[in-house]
């Protein structure tokens, strides 16, 4: 079974709609989790951070965290043609989770917005 | 905002040659790392350091080896390259002064290198 599962997509939608991406784990010892936006030849950049379960909000978007069930959310609100990327998560544990780096990255989502 | 500098976007290089991959952060950053990502295989680690004239293996280090003189300056050396190195590497970056374990702090990426080996 692999740490992160991440759905490749394509995931395609039209402008306006609400986005909803995720990725769920297997390793119980993640406690910090990350979305990276990667553009087309691009790095990837960093967009949100969270700690534990719950809720973060940043304009747009959203983060969502739910340990009991290990699935963390990303929504996108307004979604709009610019938000067309790959979009990675990411997670770490402290010295218990993760590789060398400390960290798991799903292999991202292919999100392309219809405008 | 932290920058992490790749020096080039597109290299194209001949198999056998040696290739050098420089990377600099202007953020003071203790950590640094070298990842390549190839389609459906996501992000592998290569190496990564955790301060100066420190560097660690990754998942993937064969056929690489790094150097890091400086905190800001992390280089990734291919010794002979070869088709299968044909990829798009990433540099990242990252901070242990957040207080905690290192791990905890998000990584910060540079735009990647396009390595072509013909």
């Known amino acids: 079974q692999k740490e992160v599962e991440q759905d490749p997509g394509p995931l395609s939608v039209p402008e306006g709609a609400i986005v909803s991406l995720n990725c769920t784990y297997s390793n119980s010892a993640f406690q910090y989790f990350m979305w990276y936006r990667q553009y087309s030849r691009k790095g990837p950049e960093l967009l949100m951070y969270t700690y534990s379960s719950g809720n973060k909000e940043d304009g747009r978007f959203t983060a969502q965290v739910d340990k009991s069930s290990k699935y963390i959310s990303l929504f996108i609100r307004d979604s709009q043609p610019s938000d067309s990327a790959t979009y990675l998560c990411?997670?770490?544990?402290?010295?218990?989770?993760?590789?060398?780096?400390?960290?798991?990255f799903g292999k991202g989502t292919h999100l392309i917005i219809q405008p | 905002d932290v920058k992490v500098t790749q020096s080039s976007r597109y290299l194209v290089k001949r198999t056998g040659e040696k290739v050098f991959l420089e990377c600099v952060q202007d953020?003071?950053?203790?950590?640094m790392f070298w990842y390549r990502q190839d389609p459906g295989l996501g992000l592998r680690l290569i190496y990564f350091?955790?301060?100066?004239?420190?560097?660690e293996k990754g998942d993937i280090p064969e056929g690489y080896s790094v150097s890091r003189e400086k905190k800001e300056r992390f280089s990734l050396i291919l010794e002979s390259a070869s088709t299968n190195q044909t990829s798009m590497y990433l540099c990242?970056?990252?901070?242990?002064?957040?207080?905690?374990?290192?791990?905890?702090?998000?990584?910060?990426f540079g735009n990647g290198t396009r390595l072509t080996v013909t």
């Open positions: 990242a970056s990252r901070t242990v002064r957040t207080g905690g374990l290192p791990y905890n702090s998000p990584l910060h």
């Open positions: 350091s955790y301060d100066v004239k420190m560097k």
């Open positions: 990411a997670m770490s544990g402290g010295y218990s989770g993760g590789g060398a780096d400390g960290l798991t």
């Open positions: 953020m003071d950053h203790e950590n």
